[in-house]
């Protein structure tokens, strides 16, 4: 069976405003390393010498994200089976079904692979042998997810609860465990049975087209019917906006993972990952001197972002985030870092759409 890496990319990362908007999202921004997530997703699922074969990277993302999602492919010297494009956001579950209905298309075999292209990965060798893992654990017909090592207690990350063991590195779920409290993340962390739920999986196309028609079979059928109205026989695809527009916004997880008895989970898998979700998890991968960054004095466990040619200096402060671009600011404490929706719901209703 071929393996179809499918990145998704339309979303817009509103938790790291102001360096990412609606106009230039998260992903497309060189945030870690010099380049973008986007970029680093793509290459990841590139041809290596490792034995694991995948074929070109079919891209779904937001019609307005096309140019930047051409421009850093080529940069990236990749070159994508197909790029469909989305009118509008409708969640996750829209996207799985528009890729199992392509890809059972061009290949009633194929198996997909689902990823996020705003996710970092340090260790992209260690997350590739978990694909090459699971692809044995996918082709038994299960839809696989990838569970990350927990390092901590998150309360911002769904879990994975391992069931029963599959071959050497796999496992039937148990449970899907939404965003805990403190208290019960902490219970998690000491319980070597869950792992951070990744957002990542790897399926038989028609697979979940089953598990979809069995449990949210508007959603597929209103995928389909959007695809079936698209031009397919080019690179870039429009999907059809009538019908794409009408699909149900619901996320994969609740639309099918909670459901399906076809679940499975490989890992925990330690591969440097972060969803880079919130400023405080960018934070976390950056690596200053101290004569780079910004001037820190009496102050400690700060998160400072400011765009070139800014200097920002912290005096006294602690647990605090500060990110300047382009002329905003957003001040506020590591423990509000989900909270920045309110920032951009306030700038909305000041009609200041410019600056989100």
Not at 1 to 28: A, D, E, H, N
Not at 93 to 112: K, N, Q
Not at 220 to 230: F, K
Not at 333 to 353: C, E, H, M, N, Y
């Amino acid at each position: 069976m071929t393996i179809y890496p499918v990145i998704m990319c339309g979303g817009s990362g509103t938790r790291l405003w102001p360096v990412s908007t609606s106009r230039t999202p998260k992903q497309f921004v060189n945030l870690v390393s010099g380049e973008s997530l986007f970029r680093q997703t793509a290459r990841r699922v590139a041809q290596a010498d490792d034995g694991l074969s995948l074929a070109d990277p079919v891209i779904i993302s937001n019609a307005r994200y096309l140019d930047l999602v051409e421009r850093q492919l080529a940069d990236a010297g990749i070159t994508p089976l197909a790029i469909l494009l989305e009118p509008c956001a409708r969640n996750t579950a829209a996207v799985a079904a528009i890729a199992a209905e392509y890809i059972s298309r061009i290949d009633p075999d194929g198996l997909v692979l689902l990823l996020p292209a705003d996710h970092f990965i340090g260790m992209p060798a260690a997350f590739r042998k978990a694909v090459a893992d699971a692809a044995g654990i996918a082709k038994d017909r299960r839809i696989v997810t990838f569970g990350i090592s927990p390092n901590s207690p998150e309360t911002g990350f769904g879990y994975i609860k391992a069931g029963e063991p599959i071959g050497a590195s796999g496992f039937t779920v148990a449970a899907f465990r939404e965003k805990p409290d403190m208290e019960t993340a902490v219970t998690y962390l000491a319980d070597d049975t869950y792992s951070w739920n990744a957002g990542i999986f790897l399926f038989p196309a028609s697979l979940m087209k089953a598990e979809l028609g069995a449990h949210a079979a508007d959603v597929l059928e209103g995928a389909a019917a959007a695809l079936d109205a698209t031009d397919t026989t080019t690179t870039i695809m429009r999907l059809d906006e009538t019908l794409f527009s009408k699909i149900r916004s619901i996320s994969i997880d609740y639309a099918v993972m909670e459901h399906t008895q076809k679940a499975a989970v490989v890992g925990p898998v330690s591969c440097a990952w972060s969803d880079v979700g919130t400023w405080p998890a960018w934070g976390d991968l950056q690596e200053t001197t101290p004569d780079s960054g910004p001037v820190m004095i009496d102050s400690k466990n700060c998160t400072i972002h400011a765009d070139p040619g800014t200097l920002v200096a912290a005096l006294g402060i602690e647990d605090m985030v500060i990110a300047v671009q382009d002329g905003a600011v957003l001040v506020m404490p590591k423990s509000r870092s989900q909270d920045v929706s309110l920032v951009i719901a306030a700038l909305k209703a000041r009609g200041r759409t410019d600056l989100v």
